[in-house]
């Protein structure tokens, strides 16, 4: 669950 939080963090600064 953690490590899709992150992949989420990941995905959106990576949009940013």
């Known amino acids: ?3 899709l939080l992150l992949e ?6 990576f949009v940013v």
């Not at 989420?8 to 600064?13: A, Q, R, S, Y």
């Open 1 to 3: 669950m953690v490590f």
């Open 8 to 13: 989420v963090i990941l995905v959106m600064l």
